[in-house]
Every structure is written in C-alpha cells, then in structure tokens.
C-alpha cells in the first residue's frame, strides 16, 4: 500500500534562483493558484539597498546598511526606484553583508509560517525555510536570463545596451554565489527547473506538478 500523500500544515514553498530567470513570474501564479501569500525577497534586499543610497552612503559599508535595515517599513517594499542597475548593484551589496541577512530572518520566517506562502529569494531553500516540503531551484541560461531583463527594462522605458545588461548581471550572479553569507545554491533537496526554452505557461506546468507531487493539492 502507498504512503497517503503528506499534507504539509503550513505549506512553505520555497522558490530560489539566480536574476530573471522567471521566479518572481512562477511564485506569483503559484501563490494565486494555491491561495497563499507571496513574499519577493528580493525587494527586502532591494528597499534596504535604496534606503543607504538615500542616506548618501556606500551600500558595501556594513554601519550603513545596518542602520537601513533598522529603518526598513513595509511601505519601503512598494517604492517605484527598486529596480534599474543602481539598485540591482546596491540589492547584492547589502545582501552580502551578513548581518543584514540576520536582521530580515525573522520576517521572512514569520510570513511563511502563519498559514505558509510562496517565498522566491537566493536562500529560501537553504537558509530561511530548510524544512520547506517544496523546493524549487529555477534557472536559465545567461543569455535567456539577461535578454529577459533587457526587455524588461526597455518596457520601462530604461534603455541600455544588452551586452552591459548580460555583463552586470553575470557579476551579480557572480556576487550572489561567491559570497560567504547564504550563497546562491540550490537545496539538495530542491528540484531544478530550467526555464531556458520554457514559455511562462509551460514553466508554471511544471512547477505546479511538482508541488502537487510533494502536497496534498489539487
Ligand atoms: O531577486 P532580486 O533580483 O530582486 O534580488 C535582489 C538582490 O538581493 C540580488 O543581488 C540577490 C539578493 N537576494 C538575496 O541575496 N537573497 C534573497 N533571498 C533574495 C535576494
């Protein structure tokens, strides 16, 4: 006889992986489809990255990312200036810095596990939610990936040269798996999906079949 399938209490899935390789698309129609909320981790790196630009400050300084990440509200997570390569370069600086990763713990986890949500982030998986019963590691080629923010950015009226778009993000990719605090990689237990020659409609297909696989839903 086989085991019933396990029904997690607070069902936390975990959804990690390098810049634009379609998390943030994948999480969202999850979290909607499934009924849970959705956390885009990123922009806590993101709004604590704009704030020490604000103050005028060096976002590798760890004094002044402490400082913004004391004064981080959630009205900070709705600003309009969270994405361009100013803010991308401030995001992976702060997100180095370990104790701005200590201080947003304790949020992250709480949002999940009242009645469990939908995370994308880098350590989802690894870090914030080890014991998540769905993890997913989405990637993509650089090319696919940087061509995919390229053409985000030129919908925002943001022009930039796609070779420098591919160039900034391999370093921050680069930054995101090298460093010492939680970096880029995925859980052993996690589940790849390369998104490379997957349409969004055929990567949320096979995501949703892999959450069903490890949750008692339909
Ligand atoms: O997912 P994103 O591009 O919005 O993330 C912005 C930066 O924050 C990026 O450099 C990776 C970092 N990040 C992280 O270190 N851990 C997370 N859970 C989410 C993002």
Same mark, same amino acid.
């Given at each position: =006889?086989?085991?019933?399938?396990?029904?997690?209490?607070?069902?936390?899935?975990?959804?990690?992986?390098?810049?634009?390789?379609?998390?943030?698309?994948?999480?969202?129609?999850?979290?909607?489809?499934?009924?849970?909320?959705?956390?885009?981790?990123?922009?806590?790196?993101?709004?604590?990255?704009?704030?020490?630009?604000?103050?005028?400050?060096?976002?590798?300084?760890?004094?002044?990312?402490?400082?913004?990440?004391?004064?981080?509200?959630?009205?900070?997570?709705?600003?309009?200036?969270?994405?361009?390569?100013?803010?991308?370069?401030?995001?992976?600086?702060?997100?180095?810095?370990?104790?701005?990763?200590?201080?947003?713990?304790?949020?992250?986890?709480?949002?999940?596990?009242?009645?469990?949500?939908?995370?994308?982030?880098?350590?989802?998986?690894?870090?914030?939610?080890?014991?998540?019963?769905?993890?997913?590691?989405?990637?993509?080629?650089?090319?696919?990936?940087?061509?995919?923010?390229?053409?985000?950015?030129?919908?925002?009226?943001?022009?930039?040269?796609?070779?420098?778009?591919?160039?900034? =993000?391999?370093?921050?990719?680069? =930054?995101?798996?090298?460093?010492?605090?939680?970096?880029?990689?995925?859980?052993?237990?996690?589940?790849?999906?390369?998104?490379?020659?997957?349409?969004?409609?055929?990567?949320?297909?096979?995501?949703?079949?892999?959450?069903?696989?490890?949750?008692?839903?339909?």
């Amino acid at each position: =006889m086989s085991a019933p399938p396990r029904r997690a209490a607070t069902p936390v899935i975990a959804i990690d992986g390098p810049a634009a390789a379609g998390k943030g698309t994948l999480a969202r129609r999850l979290a909607e489809t499934l009924g849970l909320p959705y956390l885009d981790t990123g922009l806590l790196y993101r709004a604590v990255g704009r704030l020490v630009l604000d103050a005028g400050a060096d976002p590798a300084d760890p004094d002044a990312a402490a400082a913004a990440v004391a004064a981080l509200a959630e009205h900070h997570l709705r600003r309009d200036d969270l994405r361009g390569p100013a803010a991308d370069a401030a995001a992976a600086a702060v997100a180095s810095l370990p104790a701005v990763r200590a201080a947003l713990l304790d949020f992250q986890r709480g949002f999940g596990a009242a009645r469990g949500a939908v995370l994308d982030g880098r350590d989802i998986g690894t870090v914030i939610f080890p014991d998540a019963p769905v993890k997913l590691f989405v990637t993509a080629s650089l090319p696919a990936r940087a061509r995919r923010r390229w053409l985000e950015l030129e919908a925002k009226g943001i022009e930039a040269p796609l070779a420098r778009v591919e160039e900034e =993000m391999r370093v921050r990719d680069a =930054m995101d798996e090298a460093r010492l605090a939680a970096p880029l990689r995925p859980a052993a237990d996690a589940v790849l999906l390369d998104t490379t020659d997957l349409d969004p409609d055929a990567a949320f297909a096979a995501a949703l079949k892999v959450v069903r696989e490890r949750l008692d839903v339909t």
